[in-house]
């Protein structure tokens, strides 16, 4: 499948500084092998979360000159608090520059629910999901040892797969709402929680329906 953007999905870095740090590079890295091997666009969005001293994105920024991604090929915004928000961002920014398929990385136990979301957002043709060391074959000495470090153990995979687990249940519990309702609703929950400010009300549903 061609792709017209990778997408580098978030990374909450409050509960475990280092180890989320370390993962959020990871998947950077694998951009960095997918742009390598053709993705033109790499894809950052995260925004300042809350116990963050910088955004999401430009950690990723940083991460991504250093694995040799060229600026221009860069598209960041410092504005997604949630997985479902950058869904649907990602499928504005994709609009933006002609393109419709999208390759996103984020940790393997990230990868069904991430895959739902997108998938929901931009249609089960136009989206693949992959943990960063899918790309461990291709990737340069650097990029390998930085996606090797970004592997959790056993037993944080376990416990954050019960997690992912509670949380793709609850999404599905609410699919029989309206799309547009259930999208603001998960996207209002994700700042509310994430947000350096918090948000005092739910975001207006218009552009998500």
Same mark, same amino acid.
């Given at each position: 499948m061609h792709f017209d953007a990778v997408l580098v999905l978030g990374k909450e870095l409050? !509960?475990?500084?280092?180890? /989320?740090? @370390?993962?959020? !590079?990871? !998947?950077? $890295?694998?951009? @960095?092998?997918?742009?390598?091997?053709?993705?033109?666009?790499?894809? &950052?969005?995260?925004?300042?979360?809350?116990?963050?001293?910088?955004?999401? &994105?430009?950690?990723?920024?940083?991460?991504? $000159?250093q694995f040799g991604v060229p600026t221009e090929a860069m598209h960041l915004q410092t504005v997604t608090h949630s997985t479902r928000e950058e869904a649907v961002v990602a499928r504005d920014v994709l609009e933006q520059f002609g393109g419709q398929r999208l390759l996103a990385i984020t940790a393997g136990y990230h990868v069904s629910r991430a895959r739902a979301c997108l998938v929901?957002?931009? /249609?089960?043709?136009?989206?693949?999901?992959?943990?960063?060391? $899918?790309?461990?074959?291709?990737? &340069?000495?650097?990029e390998q040892a930085a996606i090797r470090a970004g592997a959790v153990t056993p037993v944080v995979q376990d416990a954050e797969a019960r997690t992912e687990m509670l949380l793709l249940s609850l999404e599905w519990a609410v699919r029989p709402l309206p799309r547009s309702f259930r999208w603001q609703v998960e996207i209002w929950a994700g700042r509310k929680l994430r947000s350096v400010e918090g948000v005092g009300r739910p975001p207006e549903p218009d552009g998500l329906s």
């Open positions: 409050r !509960r475990d500084p280092e180890r /989320g740090r @370390a993962e959020l !590079r990871a !998947r950077a $890295a694998a951009a @960095a092998v997918a742009h390598r091997a053709g993705v033109p666009l790499v894809l &950052s969005l995260e925004a300042q979360l809350r116990g963050q001293d910088q955004a999401g &994105s430009a950690l990723v920024a940083q991460d991504l $000159a929901d957002v931009l /249609g089960d043709q136009h989206v693949a999901v992959y943990a960063p060391e $899918a790309f461990l074959q291709r990737a &340069s000495g650097p």
